[in-house]
């Protein structure tokens, strides 16, 4: 197989494609990382060049390749009660607001949250098991969670609720031995825990996909936004918004600010977390 | 009472009362409806319209609910035509400091079409909105800002923009500049807040 190069023209040609099917946004610093994955795809696709590989991403009618492209162009580390404070936060102040309202208004039906991105289910999962663990409503009310994720081969890993012993290191030992039960150097979440969340495919950049996603009380988007650039966080932002209910909440990652992207949202500062509320 | 798991999602509730590929209908929802709710989903599907873009213009001044004014914003962006930058440079002169400020953010979303108007705007009449374009430049990834930056601070002769340009020269500003902050201090040696910004630009400048 020839040595494929990626010239300046053809990353830049390439970004503002994939930005626009994706809302990814790669800077020239990164350049090395898209390259490489660039590369490895033309490989894959037996490309003899970058040319021939762009014109088979850009008029494949089935999209697969874009799909395995983005696959390996999105990045899919996390663990296990990841900035556990607006887990608390979701427990001890969300959750009991939340319930509050519906009962004034004779609402019983389920509380939804969608988590997005679900990477490898490790937020979901950490969500089911803070209700269970540490939410007494959860006696009393039903509740919904959906995951999803850009990247199919992550969602198959995530239904499949096996973790390395990094990815569950930060929880209690109690709950690592409730939920898991250790295979070689792996542990594998049971069946139960893995069933009580729905995995999803949506592209935050495509309104056909994210049109069906309505009646959350509570959206956890933890450091996704950080890789969109202004106008796809803004997209984001009024995705959520739609998705939400009226006084619903939305949680970012730490380094991100609802404040910045849009005013479609009110700061909420919370006992255990600065939170964002749709009006 | 449990963690329940639905084996779909429900199709969407049908959120307008006509089809989203029908534009002359979203338009009519978006210009005549009373329902913020109704307009702000209207302004969203006009998004994927190009032609929609003189309609949401015409519509962004006189709505007054901010949840649709940012969807139409969210939309004009999406289209990102000329229409939209005249338009949103029009709102830099509105009486509504919250459509100026979001008019602002917006433009700034938009370097690549603002560019090629800025030498123009940066001759506007009126000060105000001088002021706002030098702001507009301050997050613009654009070749020539250090051109407008220095052009501003040698020529216009209103204190307060070259105030708000000597601000952000200081920031971006190379050895370039020297010459034009310090002729800024002979066109207003009476102006304390310029002595003193021009200082620390040149400082920072000759630190760099």
Redesign the interface.
Known sequence: MADITISDEDFLKFREFFYRKTGINFEVNKRYFVDKRLIERCHATESVSFRAYFTLLRFEANGKELQALTNIMTVNETYFFREEYQLKSLVNSILPEIVARKRAAGDRSPIRIWSIPSSSGEEPYSIAMYLLEYWPGIALWDVEIIASDIDTSILVKAKAGRYSARSVSQLPNVLLQKYFRPIGDDYQMEVDLRSSVEFTLVNLNDPLTTRPYRGFDVVFCRNLLIYFDDTSRRQAAEVFFDALNPGGFICLGHSESMSRISSLFKVRKLADAIVYQKS | ???????T?????TELSVPVSDFASLCSILQQSPSANERHRAA?ELG?FPEASAVLAARLPLECD??VR??II?SM??IRDEVTVRSLIACLKSQDAGLRN?AIEAL??LPTEVGPLLSELLLDPDPDVRIFVVNVLESLRYPLVEQWLIQVINTDPHVNVCATAVDLLGEVGVKDAIPALQHLKLRFPDEPYIQFAADVALKRINQA
């Not at chain 2, 009472?1 to 084996?7: D, E, V």
């Not at chain 2, 999602?9 to 509730?13: D, E, F």
């Open positions: 009472m449990a963690l329940i798991k639905k084996s999602l429900p199709t969407v509730a969203r994927a901010p949840t940012e969807f969210s962006l999406q979001e700034k979303q």
